[in-house]
């Protein structure tokens, strides 16, 4: 389960996907704990398609939690109906609020941000709601004029013939699992890929640094994927790459024509330079498609990948939405950092992303990879001679130690006033014990102790008196 969680002036909104269920429940538990000290606390369940029993106990524990703590109010929103059926069977609306959709619960318009074919259903739900309370669009490498530059420089009426093609006599028989649709896109960009599996090794050892990437490491190898069935691929190869629908509309939604001329809201697109995924020329068809809204474009130099993950994208990406938010919100001035998209050509006239930019794009990636790896290899043999030197001193200090606890047998006579002597010399001003408020040294111990040994002589004890005193 995925579990975002985004501060408003609403509260907080906790963004749930996938199933509540046993398998996941410590995931939200712990996401959950972090937010037992907000006033208001709104879930939005619209990508969780099932709750079971462990899911539902969890749930209402945090809600319990949040209200006992400082009084706090809870709102689930956006619930699916098979969710909410379930809701209404054990009761959970007399505990907590539930409300239809995020825009109820926080009184203000969202904003759609999705990456690659996710910035397509974006752009498509943002149409067929005719943009009704959404505030924005925000996509990253999502194709849009699917033609005017197909991946690998592919012609665009090849490209079209070959996606009938196959969706007629290929994927009718065929399915994608995750994990092929995984490596088809890793291999699509493998040198990012290879990136991020060594900078994930180089740092095994450093959990707090491994934490913050965690969720969306895990996204990107295993459960950002899902499985494509062979009818469900026949119909994207045919509707959005032969027929080019994104472009010329037409497409059906729930029985109603949708037209991405129905945007009105400001859109803002994301273009990788060298992305091979989703071409710039494709990504910015937005232009043409939505000549109703507003359409910002902010350029990087990266593939698809990097985007969304990575250096660039926590360094440029990231913070380019954080401003966009904030200027749509609040006002202000515009991020400094994006630019109305200048209007497309209707034909095709880019054949998509040149291979010398493929190229310096590749070496630059390559270089940064053995940048990084040979400062990992440099830190590593800074810290293994810190660690040698360590071990030598400790070395050094120990085995004497070690050298006269080998030589005790069963008949080694031990005495503790000889260790207590050993020590005064050694460290006289060493920290022995501490009593009645005051710190007493092994040289002061010791000269006590002399003392009280020298009276016990004075007065005839010895060492096998019933007085007895340490030797």
């Known amino acids: 389960m995925l579990v975002r969680c985004d501060e408003t002036e609403a509260g907080v909104v906790c963004h749930l996907a996938g199933d509540l269920d046993n398998a996941s429940v410590g995931e939200f538990r712990e996401a959950v704990a972090r937010l037992s000290k907000k006033r208001r606390v709104i879930f939005d369940l619209a990508a969780v398609p099932f709750v079971d029993a462990a899911g539902l106990g969890a749930l209402i524990g945090a809600v319990r939690r949040i209200r006992d703590r400082r009084g706090g109010t809870v709102v689930v929103c956006a619930a699916r109906p098979s969710v909410r059926r379930v809701f209404q069977l054990v009761g959970i609306p007399r505990v907590v609020t539930i409300v239809d959709t995020v825009k109820d619960a926080t009184g203000g318009d969202v904003h759609l941000v999705g990456y690659s074919q996710g910035g397509m259903f974006c752009y498509q739900a943002a149409a067929y709601r005719r943009s009704k309370n959404i505030a924005s669009i925000v996509t990253f490498g999502a194709p849009v004029d699917t033609l005017a530059a197909l991946p690998m420089g592919i012609p665009a009426n090849f490209g079209a013939a070959a996606a009938n093609f196959m969706a007629d006599h290929v994927f009718s028989r065929l399915d994608i699992p995750s994990w092929l649709a995984r490596t088809g896109f890793q291999m699509m960009d493998p040198l990012k890929t ?74 803002l697109a994301f273009v990788g330079e060298v992305d091979d995924i989703g071409q710039p020329a494709s990504v910015r068809g937005i232009r043409r498609a939505a000549p109703n809204a507003e359409v910002y474009e902010r350029p990087i130099r990266t593939g698809h990948f990097g985007l969304v993950v990575g250096s660039k994208a926590a360094e440029q990406s990231w913070p380019t939405v954080a401003e966009w938010v904030q200027w749509l919100s609040i006002g202000g001035d515009k991020p400094a950092s994006i630019d109305l998209m200048a209007d497309q050509p209707a034909e095709y006239t880019d054949s998509g992303v040149a291979f010398s930019s493929r190229l310096a794009h590749g070496v630059g990636e390559v270089s940064g990879a053995a940048l990084a790896l040979a400062r990992g290899a440099a830190d590593a043999v800074a810290t293994a001679n810190k660690s040698i030197r360590t071990l030598a001193v400790e070395t050094v200090r120990t085995l004497p130690r070690l050298a006269r606890l080998g030589q005790l047998n069963d008949h080694t006579r031990i005495s503790l006033g000889r260790v207590i002597d050993e020590q005064a010399h050694d460290a006289p001003q060493g920290e022995f014990l501490l009593f009645d408020g005051r710190v007493h040294t092994y040289e002061a111990v010791n000269r006590r102790i002399n003392n009280v040994v020298r009276g016990l002589i004075e007065v005839g004890a010895g060492v096998d008196d019933d007085r007895g005193f340490p030797t």
Do not use: Y
Request: hydrophobic share 45%; aromatic share 8%; proline share 4%.
């Open 194 to 267: 290879a990136k991020a599996r060594v900078d994930f090794v180089r740092q095994l050892h450093d959990r707090e640094a491994l934490l913050p990437r965690e969720q969306q490491r895990r996204f990107l190898e295993s459960e950002g994927w899902i499985a494509w069935s062979g009818p469900a691929i026949s119909e994207l190869l045919k509707q959005f790459i032969a027929h080019n629908r994104m472009m010329t509309g037409g497409f059906a939604i729930n029985g109603q024509m949708v037209t991405l001329t129905d945007i009105t809201c400001p859109v």
